[in-house]
């Protein structure tokens, strides 16, 4: 039977460390409250005046992934490109990243998923090596927001959480009776809560997809966020769907040795860990370093729980999970 092993994984932040004092000089806000009410202490934002898109971090991510598998791009059959801000309206970033690595003809695939992009991409390359489609996938996970956040008090609550950067995991089929690799996922989404959390403008579906009769600074063209309605709905969905992938996988919590949670607000993780009675300590945090990158965040976790020794060795099993935009929530159970 064929099973999807991560071979390897990589991660690459801007230079900028933005620290919340940083931000407390072009904002009201302040170093408590954001530690406080999220648990993030800096994120890295891409130096100003640079330009720098989500392919061009997921191209070093991918460089540092592939060295690690000891694979060459060609050795890829596919991409799989996971992100929200997109380098340019289109084509994809998966396309962008393919012309970096030196590519001509590898499929690409971009997912919008947001904060779940990762879980979607996972469920996807793994599907992809069961049918028999691919055996080599480059899965990556690449975010630029800085460049699109309302950096005046009005968009305080969103733009203190979030933080650029990429991450990419080379994942590979192999032939084995084991029960090793994705062993389950479990994927949702409900649109009707596409407006608690999204950027409304520039939109194809206006006579005019940039209003002419609009500021630049209107606040459409920044991300807004229902941030009280989310957390509330992730500290409800993340247990349900811990259930649903284990019963998938006729497991149970205690046979988790690691969960790695999407880094949205430290307090969401904790809750869901108290309400699931799991240990704190088997619980990965990074957001305090890095805030919330998005479809880069379960990856970038990933990748530095490996490097820390906290999970990677055969048989360790790890939980991903996550919710935001679009609604979209899933959880996928994975052992190494
Ligand atoms: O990954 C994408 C999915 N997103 C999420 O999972 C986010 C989920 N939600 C959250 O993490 C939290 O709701 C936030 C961190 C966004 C906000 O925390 P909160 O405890 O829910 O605060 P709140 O929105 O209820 O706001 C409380 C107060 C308000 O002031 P008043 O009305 O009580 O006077 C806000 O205006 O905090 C104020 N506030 C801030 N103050 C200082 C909001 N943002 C800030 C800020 N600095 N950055």
Redesign the pocket.
């Known amino acids: 039977m064929k099973q999807s092993m991560i071979k390897s994984t990589g991660m690459a932040v801007p230079d900028r460390l933005v620290t919340n004092d940083d931000l407390a000089q072009f904002?009201?806000?302040?170093d408590e409250?954001?530690r406080q009410?999220?648990g993030i202490e800096q994120r890295y934002w891409i130096p100003e005046d640079t330009k720098m898109g989500a392919a061009d971090l997921g191209y070093e991510a991918s460089l540092m992934a592939l060295e690690k598998a000891g694979w060459t791009p060609e050795d890829l059959d596919f991409i799989i490109f996971a992100t929200l801000s997109p380098d340019i309206m289109f084509p994809g970033s998966g396309c962008l990243l393919q012309a970096k690595l030196g590519l001509n003809s590898t499929p690409t695939l971009d997912i919008r998923q947001?904060?779940t992009g990762f879980l979607y991409g996972l469920a996807t390359a793994d599907s992809y090596i069961k049918s028999g489609l691919a055996k080599r996938i480059l899965l990556v996970g690449g975010e630029v927001h800085s460049t699109g956040l309302d950096k005046s008090t009005r968009g305080?609550?969103?733009?203190?959480?979030f933080g650029d950067g990429a991450a990419a995991v080379c994942i590979e089929g192999i032939d084995t009776d084991d029960s090793v690799g994705v062993l389950a996922s479990a994927l949702h989404s409900d649109g009707n809560f596409a407006p608690a959390?999204m950027t409304e403008l520039p939109a194809s579906r206006l006579p005019q997809r940039i209003p002419f009769d609009l500021p630049l600074d209107d606040a459409r063209y920044f991300p807004v966020?229902d941030?009280?309605a989310?957390?509330k709905k992730?500290v409800r969905m993340l247990p349900q769907v811990t259930k649903e992938v284990l019963e998938k996988a006729g497991l149970g919590v205690d046979n988790i040795d690691l969960i790695i949670p999407?880094q949205?607000?430290m307090?969401?993780n904790q809750a869901y860990g108290e309400f699931l009675k799991f240990p704190a300590d088997k619980i990965f945090h990074n957001i305090q370093k890095y805030g919330?990158t998005?479809a880069a965040s379960i990856p970038l976790a990933l990748h530095e729980a490996m490097e820390q020794g906290r999970c990677g060795k055969d048989g360790d099993t790890v939980l991903f999970i996550?919710?935001?935009?679009g609604l979209t929530w899933g959880s996928v159970l994975y052992r190494f």
């Open positions: 904002m009201d806000t302040s409250w954001i009410r999220t947001q904060c305080r609550d969103v733009t203190v959480l959390l966020m941030g009280p989310i957390f992730a999407h949205a607000n307090r969401i919330n998005t996550g919710l935001g935009a």
